[in-house]
């Protein structure tokens, strides 16, 4: 007769598999094994969760599951082949993970990795050296972004798509009349080339040049800011653009 999970005293596992590639993977194996574990040590399993998704991803409707049932006290225990089936996003992913399950006193096993199902103090230390890690993760993570940001403004390195970082608000007399330049120069679509052309070229966004050019017909040569030429959005200060936009 099977235990009633509501009054026996029987550990209530759920238990997650989860596979990124069905063709060369099988959850049904990690399941196996682990149903084997738990008639060894007597637990209930109360749910099997079965999953085809990459580890990389935090948004999985089965991690999203067994996490539900933990924090709804509807088990005492989680456990899966080895850790990397839970997530493959390093130890802050797992770490937040470990964390949610300690917060609704549910335990983790992992029939590869035993060290993580603590208890008491080792549990204690277990969530410590984790969160330590994930720390020392985050920071090295920053610590990059601000190496490639600093290469790529001193020019040691591109960005992926060529362009530069950000957009300047300020464009100078030369930049002005180089749109000027392009926008007038009659190509075989029309007497005025098209701003997609144009952004193209100067890898800028075309809403922010029409705004400059529009602004540098009446202007003498000066620094131009696109915010100043149009004062409030949708409403421009210089006079109409001629030609339309294109």
Known sequence: MTPDPSTSSTTRAVVYARVSDPESQSE???VAE?????????????????????GARDNRPGLARVLDLAQSGAVDLVAV???SRLTRG???????????LDSADVNLYSAQEPWVSGEGATRELLLAVLAWAAGVERQLVVERTRS???QIRSG??????????GRPRIYDAEFAAKIREL????????PKRPWSQIAMILHRPAGSLRKVYSASQAATPRAINPADS???????????QPGGAA
């Open 28 to 30: 049904e194996r990690q």
């Open 156 to 165: 040691a390195r591109p960005t992926k798509s060529g362009r530069p970082i």
């Open 230 to 240: 149009l004062g409030h959005r949708g409403r421009a200060s210089g006079p109409s």
């Open 148 to 150: 490639s940001l600093a």
């Open 34 to 54: 682990l149903r084997r574990i738990a008639v060894d040590r007597g637990w209930l399993v109360v749910e099997e969760v079965r999953e085809r998704a990459s």
């Open 183 to 190: 926008r007038d120069t009659p190509t075989t679509e029309g």
């Open 90 to 100: 390093g130890i802050g992913a797992l770490f937040d993970i470990v964390r949610k």
């Open 81 to 83: 082949w080895e850790l």
